[in-house]
């Protein structure tokens, strides 16, 4: 089927119980005329998580009278034939698995702020999810081999390498929702001093604004920001440092000084980082391992009992939803588009909206190999994505994004091929790591305490 030309696209979402992304999805299918007339087939192996989301998904759809058909399951392989996007967006007790890997990260003097990406953190988190990924890739090549797989879960570029090279037969890229667009584009257009509110961001704006983001996920950088020919980079900085002057210790470990550091990266290297609540977790400095004192401190660890009384406050609002007491008529109010379903709708619609993707290079880092799974502005269509051209990574950069590269890929390969040798070499390459025996501790001790949830493989 077409679904271009049917509007009436199927979408299963595996990890509808995802807070993170089951909430959002429900209201872009609602609302989109493109995918409105579709299916939205949930899959969750938490029944109870399944059901109230199905039942919110309905209750949705009927109040704003749409024949979006909803479907659900905890078996992925009921719902899978005839989809035309699976969206793969679930995490096995990813609250209290970071937290973990955080504290005994912590233990060894490494210290991350998310633990989902890089350092022991984001290793043992594809340690966790990628197996499980790797099984839904079956599956689809098996019961819908033509629909496009939509990878949305930490860490986003590991999952995006081994989709890449492990299941090549499927159409995949990965996202991550920090780079939705026009948003983001919007947001530096303010800080530009282009225009005064995002909500002013127009089209005419955006042919003019020449705005080339580019690296590894959640290590992305402004490499140019140009509006009617002016280099607008520095009123860019000089904003951010305003913002900076500002900023108080009152904030949860992401968000912490995101502005002070994004203006020392800048300092140093003369290009702003884009994603500060992670990328100041891939670089060294703010580790704590200097011999005299910064001008900022060390980095704040993952909250884990915070994030827990995050997720219960959302499951009180799904709640609050099903049962009455939030009239169910205020849905559309309480949430907005999603970078996923807004590529979905873009897709369906044929609409030739630009997005930034996860994928493989392709040429468009003109320095960096073509197979440098990188996160990219895209073209994308039911025929494909194509990134488009950014210049070269500058130096400096570029040897880290190597470095974080080459983590990524062991990880990857140590997954896939269940090899011991190529999680420790991994973990060895990881930029957080400083010593031998601290990795092979650090490695012994999340083996002991994610055992729970850690292939078998690992133990034999």
Known sequence: MNVSNAHQPKV??????????????IWQMVHSSYLNNGTLALVDTDEDRLAKMVNLAKAVAKENKVPLRVEGSTNRREVLKGADFVVLSFAEDTVKYRGIDCQVSLKYGIRMCSGDTIGPGGIFRAMRELPVIMACAKDIEELCPDAWVINYINPSAVHGI???R???KLKSFALCDGHHMPHIKAQYAVRAGIIADPGDFTAAIDRQFDFRVAGVNHFTWLLKAVYEG????????ASIRKKAEQETADRDAKSLFNDSIACQLYDIFG???TCTAHTKEYVPYWQGLGKTKDVLPQLA???????????????????????GELPIAGYMRSFGPDHATDIIESMVGNLGKRFFINT????????????????LLCEVSMEGVRPLPVGEMPRGIRGMQELVLDTHELTAEAVAERSFAKLRRAMLTDPLVNSIHDADMIIKELLDQEKEVLPKY???
């Open 162 to 164: 081994a989709l890449s």
């Open 166 to 168: 492990y299941a090549p």
């Open 230 to 237: 002016q280099d607008v980079t520095p009123a860019i900085a």
């Open 360 to 375: 493989l290079n392709d040429g468009a880092v003109t320095n960096m190999n073509n197979d440098a799974f990188l996160e």
């Open 458 to 460: 690992w133990y034999e």
């Open 12 to 25: 299963v979402v595996l990890g509808a119980g995802s807070l993170f992304f089951g909430r959002q999805s």
């Open 271 to 273: 290009y702003i980082p």
């Open 301 to 323: 660890i993952w909250e884990t009992d915070e994030r827990y009384k995050r997720h219960e406050e959302m499951w009180r609002q799904v709640d609050g939803f099903l049962s």
